[in-house]
């Protein structure tokens, strides 16, 4: 089992910047590729980015060239750098680890972009 531990995020102004945190504990040794993802009210869970255990990174089209995503596989945490945050960038943000054949979701951290 994986127990993954979000912080981070919070009330953020337009335009500004904040980072996310994920730290997993337990048995991390399959996790391959670790994702932050995001469900706004009444929308669907999305994917805003990933990185494999190798930095393999991938983003979604809405946040590249805003968002970084970086890992730290001594200390088993995941981040999410995000700048030039907007309105739209509101969301409760999700943490996800996949290895193994298993699939770990975070308990969501809520990001709210407003002035």
């Known amino acids: 089992q994986v127990q993954l531990v979000e912080s981070g995020g919070g009330l953020v102004q337009p335009g500004g910047s904040t980072r996310l945190s994920c730290a997993a504990s337990?048995?991390?040794?399959?996790?391959?590729?670790m994702g932050w993802y995001r469900q706004a009210n009444g929308n669907q869970r999305e994917v805003v980015a990933t990185i494999t255990k190798g930095g393999v990174t991938n983003y979604s089209d809405s946040v590249k060239g805003r968002f970084t995503i970086s890992r730290d596989n001594a200390k088993n945490t995941v981040y999410l750098q995000m700048n030039s945050l907007k309105p739209e960038d509101t969301s409760v943000y999700y943490c996800?680890?996949?290895?193994?054949?298993?699939?770990?979701w975070g308990q969501g951290t809520q990001v709210t972009v407003s002035s």
């Open positions: 996800r680890h996949l290895g193994g054949g298993n699939d770990y």
């Open positions: 337990g048995s991390t040794g399959r996790i391959y590729v």
